[in-house]
């Protein structure tokens, strides 16, 4: 069974002593959650620091970016072996802000994925089309194609490491979620996109998170959707009251479903 996953990520905020101080907060307010799984991508500075509240057990340790080869001359990069070691456990790849405002390409995310996965690490891919993107009928097509080259040539053996977010471009950060419509067609996009990639039996386990500007006031309207399987939050999630308000709305909406079936 697919445990559900949120994911806090912070992006460029805080120093080390402000994400202690924001971990300590989440830690003590998931204490009680059985069925939700929660995870935080802190800056790469403050990797060594949040890991050292969480322990990496209750709540798992994100990069939010990683370099595909193990070492050598690349200023300013991070290597997947490099993050293992200090404790991380996920990264997310080709988040939109790396595609749109650093550059990079499918290929380049394809292969971040390939070493996340040869290193251990458990990849989160974020797909999503432009404003633009949208408005001209082609979003299926653009996620279709960012998962056909993410994805090319992954191992069977890899296929249930992978966690895939969908993330419109026009919703990040936007204060415009994408409504439960939008969300839940995306989601089977990317679930037939995955099936017909990977395989029918074996990609039912990868987890599908949606994330752009999701925040207290509309995360029950998107975990009511059954496709969704978790979150990726950024603004929201640095703010401990709202990320926990969020994660216990997600997790009776959850269990609400579950129910009923
Ligand atoms: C994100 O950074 O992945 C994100 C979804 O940001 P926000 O929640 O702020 O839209």
């Not at 039912?204 to 309207?221: A, F, K, Q, T």
């Amino acid at each position: 069974m697919k445990r559900p996953l949120i994911v806090g990520n912070w992006k460029m905020n805080g120093t080390s002593a402000e994400a202690v101080k924001l971990t300590r907060h989440v830690r003590d307010g998931v204490k009680a959650l059985r069925s939700v799984e929660i995870a935080l991508a802190p800056p790469f500075t403050a990797l060594n620091a949040v890991a050292s509240i969480t322990g990496g057990r209750r709540i798992h340790l994100v990069a939010q970016n990683v370099h595909w080869e193990d070492k050598g001359a690349f200023t300013g990069e991070i290597s997947a072996r490099m993050l293992k070691e200090i404790g991380c456990q996920l990264v997310i790849v080709g988040h939109s802000e790396r595609r749109h405002l650093f550059h990079e390409t499918d290929r380049w995310v394809a292969w971040k994925i390939r070493a996340t996965l040869n290193s251990g690490l458990l990849p989160i891919l974020c797909v999503g089309e432009t404003l633009a993107e949208r408005q001209r009928g082609r979003a299926r097509q653009v996620i279709t194609r960012q998962l056909r080259a993410a994805l090319k040539g992954i191992r069977e053996s890899a296929i249930d490491k992978l966690t895939v977010a969908y993330e419109p471009v026009w919703a990040i950060g936007t204060g415009q979620h994408a409504t439960p419509v939008q969300v839940a067609q995306a989601h089977r996009w990317i679930r037939d996109a995955l099936k017909e990639l990977l395989g029918r039996f074996k990609t039912g386990e990868i987890r599908i998170l949606y994330g752009g500007s999701v925040r207290p006031d509309n995360s029950s309207e998107i975990a009511g959707v059954a496709e969704v399987d978790g979150l990726l939050i950024g603004g929201a999630s640095l703010k401990a009251d709202d990320f926990l308000r969020i994660i216990g709305d997600f997790e009776q909406s959850k269990s609400r479903q579950r129910r009923r079936k």
